[in-house]
């Protein structure tokens, strides 16, 4: 699982690089690019990546400990986040296409180059994270029901670990995209 | 999935109590409100070194305390991700390198 979240982080970073190179070239326009975005619906979701990190490992905690009604609780909780998380991105995306603001539209290919390379990064990397979001969404349901069925239980609790950790990484790759795109204007 | 498996994830330790998790959460709050408030505040150039700073704080303490890796007692586990950051960081300080020297 490790080596997974390592090639994992050299996807994000590989992305990344490339954020920071087009931002070095355009500086002034990531700026603007940024203002467009709503800085409330980020914090919220950083916030509520942050507490489904915390009932994930929650959860793990309590079913080592043998409290499998605790641990299940726990883990429709992060479920839960997970899918206000994903709520909010959808509210945010559909307001940027309302606005005109996505890849290759009219309007955003008449703006200067740098907002058109922020705009595309924005939609690659955070799209690429809700991916993420979703298989943690469908990694954290198969270990519910694995517990439900008592396919997987305290004594070999590696699976739930696993997928927690899973869960971890996807919450720690959005630590550095929400300063990236939304704490630059 | 044999016997080995189970006992390496025997080897997993974790604290006595729920503490350290909520003690991490409410750090973790406090550090995304310093940092929204702190970009908030235009401080130019510098914004972007103190939000990566506290992200980067952020990370550790996810990796320490919620991924386990201060009680991880494999040698191999604990050093991959610190590995795996060094060499993004030649990748990325090399890239610079070629493009600020670059006319």
């Given amino acids: 699982m490790w080596l997974f979240i390592a090639t994992e982080v050299l996807l994000f970073g590989g992305l990344f690089l490339l954020y920071s190179m087009y931002r070095l070239k355009n500086p002034v326009e990531f700026h603007k690019a940024s203002r467009e975005l709503s800085l409330f619906a980020g914090t919220l979701n950083t916030l509520v990546l942050i507490t489904s990190s915390l009932s994930v490992a929650l959860g793990i905690f309590f079913f080592k400990a043998n409290k499998i009604k605790q641990a299940r609780i726990f883990l429709l909780a992060t479920i839960g986040f997970a899918f206000v998380f994903l709520i909010v991105k959808a509210f945010e995306w559909t307001a940027k296409f309302h606005h005109g603001l996505y890849p290759n539209s009219a309007f955003l290919d008449k703006q200067p180059k740098g907002e058109i390379l922020y705009f595309g990064l924005y939609f690659m990397m955070t799209g690429l994270h809700a991916v993420h979001v979703i298989v943690g969404i469908g990694a954290l349901s198969v270990v519910y029901f694995w517990i439900k069925g008592n396919k997987l239980t305290p004594e070999r609790p590696v699976w739930f670990e696993n997928a927690g950790l899973y869960w971890h990484l996807v919450d720690i790759i959005w630590i550095f995209l929400f300063p990236l795109f939304y704490l630059i204007s | ?103």
């Fill in chain 2, 1 to 103: 999935m044999n016997a080995a498996h189970a006992e390496i994830a025997s080897v997993h330790e974790q604290p006595a109590s729920i503490r350290p998790y909520i003690a991490v959460w409410i750090t973790l709050l406090v550090l995304t409100g310093v940092t929204v408030t702190g970009a908030r505040l235009n401080l130019g150039t510098v914004t972007i070194i103190v939000v990566l700073t506290i992200a980067a704080i952020k990370s550790v303490l996810v990796l320490l305390y919620f991924m386990h890796l201060r009680h991880e007692k494999r040698l191999l586990l604990k050093l991959l991700i610190p590995g795996t950051l060094v060499l993004l960081a030649i990748f990325i300080g090399l890239t610079y390198a070629d493009v600020i020297t670059r006319q």
